[in-house]
């Protein structure tokens, strides 16, 4: 199988990670794989040091730029099946024609409706499958008018890492300037208002009012940044809240921590979640979205609304009780390893390309 796979997001978000593995994990599996990605772009400077070919394209007319580029490639005929990871990739793969050569599959990753005017209607039928990350998106798809039939369901998926050892962690800890007697909760997101970080913030000045040796290390970048340090600083919190910025080595975050916080207001299924239940952490979060189909209250993680006040008892009762504490990490990174995987996300996206192609190029 050759897959020609497009992202034209010029950041790196859950989307972005979710391709860098299933690329890398198809190309495992002895699949050909191409990539059309921004010009120096997170996810295609990271596919080409892994060896995948990257076709990139200009920053500027980004949308004009992918579809001359993908016409280019589609007249090689070398492609079973076109991808687009995101909307913006859909539009590029329309004008380029791509469903009138091949099944063409969309990732669908957040409940957002479906855009109606003209130009999106057409997109949309020219999608042989959309492939939704959890039963909450393709139900929004569903009630878009989408038929069932092409829709796909394929949960997202992150690493197992091995169990943190004693000396990477205190290494962690030590690069953020955490010392043993302190808690560190952590999230991990792009600060948008829908992340919901403020709730974290509120939460902490209230859990520190008990627990004055708690933190907070937010990872992440984005529009809302300057509003998170302002709340912050109104609150009292400036020396126990770490704005972390944009990293590559999130890992480091994640080996850092005592327990994850997750106060998301809209979500899809919510990756770092994951990664941070991969990583064993405690976490609290909230059940919006996907995060339902993700989260058990109680087992896997302690689930709340987003909101400070709630955020804080939850904190609160993970500070006082050090067995719930572990008896949550352990049942996360079960769930992570039984249903969330990296490896079952490839394998299960790759069901449903071979169901694609089974049902012939398109006329």
């Not at 191409?34 to 070919?53: D, F, K, M, W, Y």
């Not at 793969?93 to 855009?115: D, E, N």
């Not at 009292?236 to 997750?262: I, K, P, R, S, W």
Request: glycine share 8%; aromatic share 6%; with cysteine.
């Amino acid at each position: 199988m050759t897959l020609l796979f497009v992202d034209l997001d010029r950041e790196w978000r859950g989307g972005q990670s979710q391709a860098f593995l299933l690329l890398r994990g198809l190309r495992e599996k002895g699949h050909a794989v191409e990539l059309v990605a921004p010009r120096n772009s997170p996810l295609a400077r990271r596919v080409t040091e892994i060896g995948i070919p990257v076709h990139e394209v200009s920053r500027s007319a980004l949308r004009l730029s992918a579809a001359a580029q993908l016409r280019r490639l589609l007249k090689s005929g070398r492609f079973d099946l076109l991808h687009a990871n995101e909307p913006h990739a859909l539009t590029a793969a329309w004008m380029a024609g791509a469903h009138r050569r091949m099944p063409l599959l969309l990732s669908r990753r957040i409940g957002f409706p479906l855009g109606r005017n003209a130009v999106s209607r057409a997109r949309f039928r020219a999608v042989s499958c959309f492939v939704a990350n959890c039963r909450e998106v393709a139900q929004s798809l569903l009630a878009a008018g989408i038929e069932e039939k092409r829709i796909a369901i394929v949960n997202e998926g992150v690493e197992v890492p091995p169990p943190a050892s004693p000396e990477t962690r205190n290494e962690a800890r030590k690069h953020w300037g955490a010392t043993e007697d302190e808690f560190l909760f952590g999230c991990v997101g792009v600060f948008v208002p829908e992340k919901g970080q403020k709730h974290a913030i509120e939460a902490l000045a209230a859990v520190r009012a008990e627990f004055p040796r708690a933190r907070l290390l937010l990872a992440g970048d984005g529009p809302c940044r300057m509003d998170l340090e302002k709340l912050t600083k109104e609150l009292g919190q400036t020396e126990a809240v770490h704005f972390a910025g944009f990293l590559e080595n999130v890992e480091q975050v994640y080996a850092a921590l005592d327990a994850f916080v997750f106060p998301s207001e809209f979500e899809g299924l919510g990756t770092s979640l994951q990664a941070a239940m991969a990583w064993g952490l405690p976490a609290v979060s909230t059940a919006r979205g996907g995060l339902a189909e993700v989260v058990a209250d109680g087992r896997t993680a302690l689930v709340t609304e987003p909101d400070g006040k709630k955020f804080a008892q939850a904190m609160l009762r993970l500070l006082r009780d050090e067995r719930l504490r572990q008896s949550l990490g352990r049942a996360g990174r079960e769930e992570v390893e039984r249903r969330f995987s990296a490896a079952l996300m490839v394998a299960n996206t790759l069901r449903v390309y071979e169901d694609m192609l089974s049902k012939g190029r398109p006329a």
